[in-house]
């Protein structure tokens, strides 16, 4: 049983109602058309999937962006619901790393149903699929209980990673990015860039002085995070042109 989540954003902008109506058509081609709900400002996203799922969902199909995805993801990792995506509009760079071309198209992709169960990240109880990015880093980390520590002491940023290019969502690790510029050891040495890769399950961010991060593209801000990794929690469609390989 499927229920396709509108996002407010389609209903409203009237130049996406012609892909929509093939997505319907299509949909129905392919036997899985299923209940439409639509998001609405004043309506609880979380409340009304938990509604779905009390009802018998077994798919529910984020017809939107990755906007959209975030306000599914706490409820339904942990369940035995999977979650399908058919983006339209801006800002579907998480349906390109899992492989679900734009519009119509997805429908095909939604229908193999190539499901994966992959990593979700959490972030101070806040949930989150491909990873956090704080550009300006000037803080402390602190992981897996004091394995290693590190402070930045030179223009620094920081990038936690869990569905990239280069990561595996599946691996039950996330991985900590770090970038550095320092000078180098010479007489009239240049700035130079350095890279470090920490893998970790846990990790404290500490900070004396209020700083903000981007977890999946949502701003959040702070002096202290707490971020782990809740291994295989989530039931996905994935697409063969999928940016992992598990």
């Known amino acids: 049983m499927y229920c396709y989540l509108y996002d407010d954003y389609i209903q409203e902008n009237k130049r996406f109602e012609k892909e929509l109506l093939k997505i319907e058509n299509r949909l129905t081609d392919l036997g899985i058309a299923g209940k439409i709900s639509r998001l609405a400002l004043f309506r609880n996203a979380e409340e009304m999937i938990r509604d779905e799922i009390d009802r018998g969902v077994e798919t529910v199909v984020v017809v939107g962006n990755d906007e959209t995805v975030r306000k599914t993801i706490n409820v339904l990792s ?12 801006p800002n ?17 992709v939604l ?12 972030i ?4 989150f699929i491909t990873g956090i990015r704080i550009p300006d880093f000037k803080a402390e980390l602190m992981a897996d209980d004091g394995k290693f520590r590190i402070t930045a002491t030179s ?18 690790i996330l991985h900590a990015v770090i970038q ?4 180098e050891q010479k007489l009239f040495g240049r700035m130079i860039t350095t890279q470090s890769i920490l893998p970790f399950t846990s990790l404290a961010i500490r900070a004396d002085k209020p700083f903000s991060l981007l ?3 949502l ?7 707490d971020i782990g990794i809740e291994p295989k929690t989530l039931k996905i469609i994935t697409g063969k042109e999928r940016m992992f390989q598990a």
């Not at 223009?155 to 039950?172: A, Y």
């Not at 550095?180 to 000078?183: A, F, G, L, P």
Request: net charge negative.
């Open 78 to 89: 942990d369940t035995n619901v999977v979650l399908g995506i058919i983006p339209i509009g």
């Open 92 to 108: 579907n760079e998480l349906a390109k790393k899992l492989g679900m071309p734009e519009g119509v198209l997805a429908c095909d």
């Open 111 to 122: 229908s193999a149903r190539r499901v994966e169960e992959i990593d979700v990240g959490t």
């Open 124 to 127: 101070n109880g806040r949930k």
């Open 155 to 172: 223009k620094s940023s920081l990038e936690i990673r869990n569905l990239q290019e280069d990561s595996d969502p599946t691996d039950g």
């Open 180 to 183: 550095s510029q320092v000078r």
């Open 215 to 217: 977890a999946d593209g």
């Open 219 to 225: 701003v959040m801000e702070g002096t202290r995070f």
